[in-house]
């Protein structure tokens, strides 16, 4: 789950990072006594969307009198803001950050995740803050920090002395330095965060560092334990279908391609969308409907699958393991009927009752074609959504 920059910056703050002063509004006539009250002579407006680039998006503007602020939050607020990280439609800006324009003398990057590959809570830094991080670690990877932490350990000061002396921190910067990171490090564990940074963590003219932006994304397997942060949750910037198929426990996200999916399993679904691609098709989406599928769970799957705009077939891979192929063939048959699904289907099942299944669908009155193996599935649905 993602937050908004505001919301990180809040539990940055409860956790002794320093952030600048900032005031967040969601009206134009809120904007004058906003700035009166951070005082200053530049401000810096945010808009506060779930995706990074936001300044190359034009969502970061710096402004240099009260008027041009206002100016601003009104072409901003009630637009989409459209970045490198979102699709051509952007997000919906619904609320504004705007806060005082700093002196900055340098910009670093911190940030915390999980490194699969360690096993390992890794801390990343660099000098080269501001800019995008995987451009840093892909051109110039000596420049990128890596900090393993033992998980039978914590992260602790001396830790981030190491790190804070190989970003050439002076003194007094290694210790506002090493307050961040055990910051960082507090939020990470106590919340059940998969990434968190700070892009870019600046060093001011009067030498204070600051998290000038935020990020952090939760684990939502996690949340459950954790309704102060499910509270944050902002749906006017998650997909539509995405947040409709949640509520039937149906993991989906929208692609650009022309086969829909329905694949009980995420790395059934996975392997499947690569097959499809591998003999010349392009996935549509990614569904997988887990393993205790319903009919009303296969109609719904139907239903989204169907309003994708370049789909011209339906493929369905369904292994039996937790529920019988032939109860999956009936729900797919009523969902057809429920949706009203015209589009060619082609279906494999594999598992309890498989055989059963696939003799209900093939000899049902819809456009329905079986296949035992997955690999001739695969080729036919790319065959008949040429």
């Known amino acids: 789950m993602h937050i908004h920059e505001y919301q990180a910056k809040t539990l940055f703050s409860q956790n002794n990072i320093k952030i600048p002063k900032s005031i967040l509004i969601s009206n134009t006539k809120e904007v004058s006594n906003a700035c009166l009250e951070l005082g200053g002579s530049t401000w810096v407006v945010k808009a506060q969307v779930h995706a990074g680039g936001r300044g190359k998006g034009g969502g970061v503007i710096l402004c240099r009198c009260v008027k041009e602020v206002e100016n601003t939050c009104e072409k901003l607020l009630g637009s989409q803001l459209i970045t490198p990280q979102t699709d051509v439609n952007g997000l919906p800006i619904n609320q504004l950050l705007?806060?005082?324009?700093?002196?900055?003398?340098?910009?670093l990057y911190l940030g915390l995740?999980?490194?699969?590959?360690?096993?390992?809570?890794?801390?990343?830094?660099?000098?080269?803050?501001?800019?995008?991080?995987?451009?840093?670690?892909?051109?110039?990877?000596?420049?990128?920090?890596?900090?393993?932490?033992?998980?039978?350990?914590?992260?602790?000061?001396?830790?981030?002395?190491?790190?804070?002396?190989?970003?050439?921190?002076?003194n007094a910067l290694a210790k506002q330095f090493n307050q961040t990171l055990l910051g960082l490090y507090n939020i990470f564990i106590t919340k059940d965060v998969s990434l968190i940074e700070i892009n870019p963590l600046v060093i001011t003219a009067k030498n204070t560092l600051l998290a000038l932006d935020s990020k952090i994304d939760f684990d939502d397997n996690a949340l459950y334990r954790h309704e102060d942060i499910m509270q944050l949750r902002d749906i006017s910037q998650e997909d539509k279908k995405e947040n409709e198929a949640r509520q039937y426990q149906l993991n989906y996200i929208s692609l650009n391609g022309t086969i829909g999916c329905m694949v009980?399993?995420?790395?059934?679904?996975?392997?499947?969308?690569?097959?499809?691609?591998?003999?010349?098709?392009?996935?549509?989406?990614?569904?997988?409907?887990?393993?205790g599928t319903t009919a009303d769970r296969?109609?719904?799957?139907?239903?989204?699958?169907?309003?994708?705009?370049?789909?011209?077939?339906?493929?369905?891979n369904i292994f039996g393991g937790i529920v019988r192929c032939d109860l999956i063939a009936e729900g797919i048959l009523q969902a057809i009927e429920k949706v009203g699904l015209i589009l060619p289907i082609v279906v494999r099942l594999e598992g309890t009752n498989a055989a059963q299944g696939l003799a209900l669908l093939s000899k049902s009155k819809y456009n329905i074609y079986t296949e035992k193996n997955l690999t001739q599935?695969?080729?036919?649905?790319v065959e008949l959504s040429v």
């Open 264 to 291: 009980n399993g995420a790395g059934l679904a996975m392997a499947t969308m690569d097959l499809i691609e591998h003999h010349g098709g392009s996935p549509a989406n990614f569904l997988d409907v887990g393993g």
């Open 298 to 316: 296969v109609a719904k799957a139907f239903e989204l699958i169907q309003t994708e705009i370049n789909i011209k077939g339906l493929l369905v």
């Open 113 to 170: 995740l999980v490194d699969r590959q360690t096993q390992k809570i890794t801390v990343l830094a660099s000098t080269e803050g501001g800019m995008d991080i995987e451009k840093v670690a892909s051109e110039t990877p000596n420049k990128i920090i890596k900090f393993g932490i033992d998980p039978l350990n914590i992260l602790n000061k001396q830790d981030c002395n190491s790190i804070a002396k190989q970003l050439n921190l002076a």
């Open 377 to 381: 599935a695969a080729i036919k649905i």
């Open 98 to 107: 705007i806060e005082v324009g700093q002196n900055i003398k340098q910009e």
